[in-house]
């Protein structure tokens, strides 16, 4: 088990399954069940109660991306019998001897890009399995100003920054001696999260991984595929049942709480873009609301439900009645942006929301 699917501590590369194989000790022919077994055993010896070294903390990350793989390669229906892609048996201990240097450990044990100017470090949270498989709760594997990869579960990642901006909301409570939150608080913990969570995404790194299809125009400039939803509130327009002719243009409008608003032709606002995979509305929408990227959106027509199952084109029409309809949407960086860019206003924005925050307690 010395393989390490890092390049190093502050960079990452994709394992193979041959890799992740070696990892866990199996052969590449081993049945999920057996897998999961092996994947069991190294994460009870890798508990920190043994010790919890940097090391250890190391391998149990190897062992998780390794395990994550293969079940992703496994069967349609083999992932109900492996349980969930996450670690096992590893709690944080009741005693403080060992605390300064389990945290040293966990800061430097996940491997993943690193964001050096985010505004505050956050915790990578994983799920806890007992012996049995059952999920029964979430551990802190590491903590630092890392960028969230896919291999991260992404309710987790959202829940550790949701955390994140806890954490100091509560600091200028304190400052402050406010016995209790006042009111406005949760709407003031919604905005941090959202300027949190865009401080640890990188979509230029995300965008070819997350993307439908990926093509390139005739400069060789990649454009990024998405499948997507006009939601209309129920509201229906012109054309077909419930919305829009098949292949009209639509057109971003602005984006107002957190939602970008798609215009037709003639400038009327048809509504707000939506998408099943929750994920493209972190990495998607702070590109258009900061204008990095070109965009086209076409109505899907309604041929392009025709190899969907019966049942997959009955809920099609079924959200069509309800507001929704599909949309295809390409997008593409505009030719001078520096992909690999953030934002450098959201540090600021953070401070002066905390200090509006401060302010309304006052």
């Known amino acids: ?7 190093g501590k502050g960079g990452q590369r994709t394992v193979t399954r041959e890799e992740a ?11 999920p069940d057996q897998i999961k077994r092996k994947y069991r055993q190294l994460m009870h010896r890798l508990h920190p109660d043994v010790g919890p070294s940097e090391e250890d903390l190391h391998l149990a990350w190897q062992v998780n ?4 793989l293969l079940k992703r390669t496994w069967p349609a229906g083999a992932s109900s019998l492996a349980g969930p892609e996450t670690a096992s048996g590893v709690f944080r201990r009741r005693d403080t001897c060992h605390r300064s240097r389990r945290t040293a450990a966990r800061r430097s044990a996940w491997d993943a890009p690193v964001n050096s100017h985010a505004y505050r470090e956050r915790d990578i949270l994983c799920c806890a399995e007992d012996s049995e498989g059952e999920v029964i709760g979430t551990f802190t594997a590491a903590r630092g100003r890392y960028f969230w990869t896919t291999e991260e579960d992404f309710p987790l990642f959202l829940r550790s920054i ?8 509560d600091e200028v409570d304190a400052s402050l001696e406010r016995a209790s939150s006042p009111s406005c608080r949760s709407r003031f913990h919604a905005d941090l999260t959202y300027l949190l969570a865009q401080q640890y995404i990188d979509a230029s790194s995300l965008l070819k991984e997350l993307a439908a299809r990926t093509t390139s125009d005739r400069e ?5 595929y998405f499948p997507a939803m006009l939601e209309t509130k129920g509201k229906g327009l012109p054309g077909l049942p419930g919305s829009l002719p098949a292949d009209a243009p639509l057109f971003p409008s602005g984006v107002r709480d957190r939602r970008l608003y798609l215009k037709d032709i003639s400038g009327q606002e048809a509504g707000y873009l939506s998408f099943s995979d929750d994920r493209l509305y972190y990495v998607l929408v702070p590109l258009f609301e900061q204008r990095r990227v070109l965009v086209r959106l076409r109505a899907a027509g309604e041929g392009e439900t025709s190899s969907l199952s019966a049942g997959k084109r009955a809920a099609a029409r079924q959200k069509r009645s309800a507001g929704y309809r599909r949309l ?3 997008l593409k960086f505009k030719k001078e942006e520096d992909k690999s860019r953030l934002p450098e206003s959201l540090n600021l924005q953070i401070s002066q929301l905390l200090e509006h925050y401060m302010a309304s307690l006052s």
């Open 220 to 224: 060789g400039q990649e454009i990024y």
């Open 162 to 169: 949701y955390l994140c901006g806890k954490e100091l909301l």
């Open 21 to 31: 194989c070696r990892i866990l000790g199996v052969s590449p022919g081993a049945a």
């Open 1 to 7: 088990m010395s393989a390490d699917p890092a390049d």
């Open 65 to 68: 991306a390794a395990y994550a």
């Open 328 to 330: 295809h949407l390409w």
